[in-house]
């Protein structure tokens, strides 16, 4: 995470000092309205500032401090330029790039904002102990904020933004509602750290922990500590405050990204102050990436709501998405005014003992797997496949998805996961998405419910969202398995799991536009 993060950030100085990247032209087909001509994304004005730039303590209540890159618009001769400024807290994390990302700020710093660009408590030059996310960073957070806004040189508007631990310490740090944070614009960030990232359906996840070791090592002790989610995780949460999330938030996010759920569920909690533009990107800055939405939009919305020009365009509408697979396979940049967008139907289909995905309950019976218990690949005897017919016409999955395995075990929990694939007339498969569930807390993540050896259990798996094309000719393929690392643990007892299908058996619902039983009839 953090050796991607450096290199996002100097893509992002690239692209931030350069003209905004070119659109692609998206297919007119599907429902929705083209991104293309939206002036948000095209926004621009010329820059009339220089960049002076100062180190600087930021006092804390408890009287530590912050160290700070701090960007000031500067005349002709590098002096900080007269009169009052917005500013922004370009990037709060823990990462020590303050170089890099007081790069990528000046376009902003010569268009007439002050960026702060700071390290987390803890991290770079700025002493303590590193705790991700906990309520200390959030009120140093809010500190760094409200010393922006009395400054002699301010305006007394604060906007926030950031990638990745950015983009999270942007959202916590909204719900702690400091008086002059006016807006943020949270990159690739999340709503729940236990869910979005540690333990994902109450398993952990094996990939943080490389992150874990180099960024934040205290953290290999104490997530452990908590594997249930408890007011350790409630404090780093910002679902757990969603109702105090009200200044305005542009959501960028990526259908590839590995932390997209969150940014949806945020979305779909707060409609009313949030607008969610997601690309075919994966995590990280869109600068660099394929159909880059340039900078317009992030300027547009600082000079909206922080400078207070009301001819600064918002998004035209609340959902900016680009249909993935791209390029070429998807009908690009769409633009909906909710999500799932309307028009969109939810399907429900069954996991059969002939191994099809069908509409209605389909040929009964019980399949079986091996756990796998190795940090690999489950083996064929170790999953168990369905899938559907070829489609007769496209399909655009456009939402949630919903399974429900049930599923009994020999040991004494279990492991689910459910991979959803895209399958080409040639055999190649391509994932959509993905959800797991450990069996203990199909009633929820706050505590163990009994798991007794040979009880059959229903077992509701929450898949992540997308906007994904399935082509005529290709098939949707289910895999079931005990493992999906490194996203998950493969943790899991050893022994086999036998899940009933068929007629009172398990299933799966998607949300797609148009329907996907009509596809299949």
């Known amino acids: 995470m953090r050796t991607l993060s450096v290199l996002l950030a100097a893509l992002t100085a690239t692209a931030l000092v350069t003209a905004p990247a070119a659109t692609a032209q998206p297919e007119e087909r599907g429902t929705g309205r083209s991104a293309l001509t939206d002036p948000f994304f095209s926004y621009d004005r010329p820059a009339r500032y220089g960049v002076h730039t100062e180190r600087v303590r ?41 170089t890099q990302l007081g790069q990528a700020a000046s376009f902003l710093v010569t268009r007439g904002y002050v ?37 002699p040189w301010s305006t007394g508007r604060i906007g926030q933004s950031g990638v990745s631990y950015g983009g999270h310490s942007a959202l916590l740090v909204a719900v702690n509602k400091p008086p002059h944070l006016a807006a943020i614009i949270p990159v690739n960030g999340i709503s729940d750290w236990y869910e979005n990232t540690i333990y994902r359906g109450g398993i952990y996840s094996a ?113 900016t998405s680009y249909e993935i697979p791209g390029p070429g396979a998807g009908a690009g940049w769409r633009q909906y005014d909710s999500w799932p967008p309307a028009g969109a139907e939810q399907t429900t289909l069954a996991l059969t003992a002939d191994a099809r995905l069908a509409v209605g309950a389909g040929r009964p019976g019980t399949g079986r797997f091996a756990v796998n218990t190795e940090p690999a690949a ?33 040991g004494p929990d279990g492991n689910i996961a459910v991979v959803l694939e895209d399958v080409a007339p040639d055999g190649t498969a391509s994932r959509i998405t993905q959800g797991w569930l450990k069996a203990s807390h199909r009633s929820g993540d706050q505590g163990a419910a009994p798991v007794r050896p040979g009880v059959t259990y229903d077992l509701p798996v929450h898949l992540w969202p997308t906007h994904y094309r399935l082509a005529a000719g290709h098939v949707l393929r289910v895999r079931v398995s005990s493992s999906d690392y490194p996203e998950i643990d493969s943790d899991a007892p050893a022994g086999t799991v036998s899940v009933r299908l068929g007629a009172a058996g398990s299933l799966i619902r998607v949300t797609a536009l148009g329907g996907v039983g009509r596809a299949l009839a």
Not at 123 to 150: C, H, K, M, T
Not at 263 to 282: D, E, H, I, K, Y
Not at 284 to 291: L, S
Not at 390 to 409: H, K, W
Request: proline share 8%.
């Open 378 to 410: 489950d083996e064929p005897g170790e999953r168990l496949e369905f899938q559907t017919t070829p489609l007769r016409r496209d399909v655009v999955l456009a939402g949630g998805v919903q399974a429900s395995i049930r599923a009994s075990f020999t």
């Open 115 to 151: 960026a702060a660009v700071c390290n987390a408590r803890g991290s770079g030059d700025s002493p303590g102990r590193l705790d991700p996310f906990s309520a200390q960073e959030q009120r140093d957070n809010y500190d760094l904020i409200e010393w922006l806004a009395v400054q």
């Open 207 to 319: 990939r943080i922990r490389d992150w874990q070791a180099s960024t934040a090592p205290d953290t290999l002790v104490t997530y452990p500590q908590h594997p249930f989610y408890d007011d350790f995780w409630r404090e780093r949460s910002v679902k757990a405050r969603w109702s105090e999330l009200d200044v305005p938030v542009l959501e960028i996010s990526g259908w590839y990204d590995r932390y997209r759920d969150g940014m949806v569920q945020n979305f779909q909690a707060r409609t009313a102050n949030t607008w969610l533009v997601s690309g075919p990107w994966q995590h990280g800055m869109p600068a660099g990436q394929y159909a880059d939405i340039g900078t317009g939009g992030y300027l547009a919305w600082w000079d909206h709501w922080l400078a207070g020009d009301s001819a600064a365009p918002l998004p035209r509408a609340k959902v």
């Open 58 to 98: 930021v006092p804390l209540r408890d009287g530590s401090h912050l160290a700070c890159d701090l960007h000031r618009p500067a005349d002709e001769q590098g002096r900080p330029a007269p009169g009052r400024f917005p500013g922004i807290v370009y990037d709060y994390n823990a990462y020590d790039q303050l």
